[in-house]
């Protein structure tokens, strides 16, 4: 029984934390530890992570012609 379960392959292969740079935990992935995924969310909330919009750029460009 010891044999199959050192031979079971993980789901996900490990990476850093995007946060703090360790090793990422399978109950908090891709974070480390629930502060960091908090600290995360902080800053989405904040508004510190901006996706841009090359539509609304690019529209007031033909308006403004």
Known sequence: ????????????RKRKCPECNRE??????????????AVDLNRWLAGSYV???????????EEES
Do not use: Y
């Open 1 to 12: 029984m010891t044999e199959t379960i050192s031979k079971v392959t993980p789901l996900r």
């Open 51 to 61: 996706i841009p919009d090359p539509s609304v750029s690019a529209g007031n460009d």
């Open 24 to 37: 990422s935990s399978r109950e908090h992935f891709p974070f480390c530890s629930e502060r960091c995924k």
